[in-house]
């Protein structure tokens, strides 16, 4: 066939759409800064615990010393002091809009699931009926790591809970103190203050987008669905690889985040980057496309898992978890969605191309490299 213009057009819409998923750096399947916040009150004494990614402190303030990415337990002792300064400037929490005093217990290293974070304990006096208490999360307010930084707040008061995701703009949290608790968190909600008065920002949406964002820069995740759909299918085959994926990671999902399964993640995330390694390898050497589904099915399984991460960390109450749940995982659809219907009428359109064919190998060596890349990172 005759190349033209149209040709080279769809050529470099096609690889302008494979840059949007594949990243220039192997670094991190989930480049995060994560937080996690957990408030006990009680009339007596409010106890305060939080926990940052080491990756996060090293970015802030340095303190690796022999540059492999972690602490050691000698380094983190050696900046100890500019640690706990730090996040006592950044991380505030006020009585009735005054700023509490505390007696801070930390810096130590501990491990919240796959991750080193640096855990600070504050104690501060008790809240009574009647008084607000509020939480200020200045933390990364500017910089790279501003857009990615996200606070997993948990707070307790009376048996009530209140769970919140401080990130961006909104990094403020605040509940009132009633006499029965009845959730007064305006239901779980964020505030954000505003000249004109409080903004509410329902816990749903933090979720919702939280889920958006997990799976944008989640890119392992991003091209193990770009490989399931660069190889030429009818639309019945999409729609049931499409399905499958979706049902598969809802399902391990849903069981991991309730503790009804619990793989762990130096076993879940080499699998996530083998799946991408398999179905790379299916699309160079596979001559027909059949039953994609099924394997998309088992695969989607184990990527479930990792969706599931962040969510299991949180220690989510049971009185919240569904909607936090559902909101999360439909923003992973969303996005998902929106991802397949950007890329498939593109690829359809250079389906017409006997040359495309060579394009997804070439492709696929890209994506199995990176995929093989990732899983001995994960592995070492």
Known sequence: MKLNWNYFRYTSIFIFSLSLFVPLTTASAHPLSAAFTDINISEKQTE???????????????????????????????????????????????????EQKSELTGPILENKGQNEVVTLRFHYPGFKPGQTISLLDGMFTSGAT??????????????????????GKDRIWTMLITEQQQDQSLQGNQQQQTENGTKSIPSWWSFFTLGMEHILTGYDHLLFLLALLIRKQTLKQYLSVISAFTLAHTIT?????????????FIVEPAIALSICYV????????KISGRWIITFIFGLIHGMGFADLLKEMNIPWTHLAISLISFNIGIEVVQLAI?????????????????????????????????????????
């Open 48 to 98: 305060l615990t939080y926990s940052i990614d080491a990756l996060s402190v090293i970015e802030g303030i340095g303190g690796d010393t022999n540059n492999n990415g972690k602490f050691s337990e000698a380094e983190l002792k050696a900046i100890g002091h500019r640690v706990s300064e730090w996040v006592q400037d950044s991380v505030v929490l006020e009585m009735n809009g005054e």
């Open 146 to 167: 501003s857009s990615t930084y996200t606070n997993f707040l948990t707070a307790k008061n009376q048996g009530s809970v209140s769970e919140s995701v401080l990130r």
């Open 253 to 265: 999902l849903t069981l991991t985040v309730v503790g009804l399964l619990n793989v762990p993640a």
């Open 280 to 287: 790379a390898v299916e699309n160079i050497f596979r001559g």
């Open 340 to 380: 397949v219907l950007l890329v498939l009428p593109v690829l359809i359109k250079l389906f017409r191309f006997e040359v495309y064919r060579k394009y997804v190998s070439y492709t696929s060596i890209v994506i199995f490299i990176l995929g093989a890349l990732w899983f001995f990172q994960r592995v070492i």
